[in-house]
């Protein structure tokens, strides 16, 4: 028998608010998984796979990808309600899914911020940028943010939304070094 509860059942049983057999018959092989907002870095595969089995209940042939920037976002938010909480954003994203990608705007604390590329974005440096310097300056802004990470969880590759292999080229393309730098 498998049983879960968030509540602490060990100090219920010292306040006589659970009855001690019970507990006993129970904690033969305890497992303690913390809260989704105690373990973070858990967020990008779970979303994913919630997107794809969700994607299925919902009879969604093309499986949206989640946006850059989204996965960011789900892990910053804190999930008061846990797995299931995160299990129905995802459902609601996906039922609201108009195409494109998924940006999980709809959170309840999420206010969104214009995206900016540098300190001095005037539209008259902005429209100065050929496209090579304005990918090339996201690049690197991604990069400083995810410590020189470029594949893997929380890479540069995952929040741009492309393979490491593609960021790797464009890098290569734009003249930008993709080696981390040990301290």
Do not use: C
Not at 93 to 121: A, C, V, W
Not at 149 to 172: C, N, Q, Y
Request: glycine share 6%; hydrophobic share 40%.
């Amino acid at each position: 028998m498998i049983a879960a509860t968030h509540r602490n059942l060990e100090r219920m049983v010292s306040e006589n608010q659970f009855r001690e057999d019970l507990w006993f018959r129970l904690n033969i092989f305890p497992i303690i998984i913390p809260p989704l907002r105690q373990r973070k870095e858990d967020i990008p595969a779970l979303a994913r796979f919630f997107v794809a089995k969700k994607s299925r209940n919902l009879d969604i042939r093309l499986i949206p990808a989640i946006a850059p920037g989204a996965l960011e976002r789900l892990m910053k938010y804190n999930w008061q309600g846990n797995i299931r909480e995160l299990e129905n954003m995802v459902e609601r994203e996906l039922i609201r899914h108009k195409g494109g990608q998924l940006m999980f705007n709809s959170l309840p604390d999420y206010r969104e911020e214009s995206p900016t590329i540098s300190d001095q974005n005037t539209p008259e440096t902005y429209n100065a940028l050929s496209l090579d310097e304005l990918m090339s300056l996201h690049i690197r802004k991604i990069l400083d943010k995810t410590n020189g990470k470029i594949h893997g969880s929380g890479g540069a590759a995952e929040i741009l939304g492309i393979k490491s292999t593609t960021l790797r080229a464009r890098m290569d393309k734009l003249g930008i070094k993709y080696r981390r730098e040990r301290l």
